[in-house]
T-cell receptor, first 110, second 115 residues
Framework: QKEVEQNSGPLSVPEGAIASLNCTYS??????FFWYRQYSGKSPELIMS????GDKEDGRFTAQLNKASQYVSLLIRDSQPSDSATYLC??????????FGTGTRLTIIP | SAVISQKPSRDICQRGTSLTIQCQVD?????MFWYRQQPGQSLTLIAT?????????ESGFVIDKFPISRPNLTFSTLTVSNMSPEDSSIYLC????????????FGPGTRLTVT
């Protein structure tokens, strides 16, 4: 069964600290990996995509992928109150479909 | 990215009735997707809609309950038929517009309450 697992949280992080969000997936054939941010009452927004092992940085966000261990993570540096949201990990196999995790609710404490 | 609109943004419906949700994109896209997100839950894919072909439904979703139309490359509809309170959810359409599989952009959603 294809699954994507995340700690549901809530994860509380002080403002200015690093927030670390983790995701594991069960299907070794997974090709592409994504992080979506969803504010309360809003639709998901794509913030990061990663396709190969290693780190990918975009501003304050870094996505990390380890295919051997089947995990993908998202680091948010210098966390801001505006980063408070639910973060959804999504995984793509060979087709165009995405499988989403249950999401981690992140709260940045001023 | 793409700009996506959905109508209606919310509705309250009586059980046994049907509601059609519209999804409009500002550019031509091949793949459109319909998701359901129940309160406090993650996204569940209902079906994938390609222009000019029948929609492909995921396990647990059937065409009689969720008929989908895709008349052109910028528009799709999802109908929720013979509704029950269990259909109360947010329904989201998304498109793949980033040029790479999996990079999806979501509409604002339709919040449906069935009484």
């Amino acid at each position: 069964q294809k699954e994507v697992e995340q700690n549901s949280g809530p994860l509380s992080v002080p403002e200015g600290a690093i927030a670390s969000l983790n995701c594991t997936y069960s299907d070794r054939g997974s090709q592409s990996f994504f992080w979506y941010r969803q504010y309360s009452g809003k639709s998901p927004e794509l913030i990061m995509s990663i396709y190969s092992n290693g780190d990918k940085e975009d501003g304050r966000f870094t996505a990390q992928l380890n295919k051997a261990s089947q995990y993908v993570s998202l680091l948010i540096r210098d966390s801001q109150p505006s980063d408070s949201a639910t973060y959804l990990c999504a995984v793509n196999l060979e087709s165009e479909k995405l499988t989403f995790g249950t999401g981690t609710r992140l709260t940045i404490i001023p | 990215s793409a700009v996506i609109s959905q109508k209606p943004s919310r509705d309250i419906c009586q059980r046994g009735t049907s509601l059609t949700i519209q999804c409009q994109v500002d550019s031509q896209v091949t793949m459109m997707f319909w998701y359901r997100q129940q309160p406090g839950q993650s996204l569940t894919l209902i079906a994938t809609a390609n222009q000019g072909s029948e929609a492909t439904y995921e396990s647990g979703f059937v065409i009689d309950k969720f008929p989908i139309s895709r008349p052109n490359l910028t528009f799709s509809t999802l109908t929720v038929s013979n509704m029950s309170p269990e259909d109360s959810s947010i329904y989201l359409c998304s498109v793949e517009a980033g040029g790479r599989a999996g990079e999806q952009y979501f509409g604002p959603g339709t919040r449906l309450t069935v009484t």
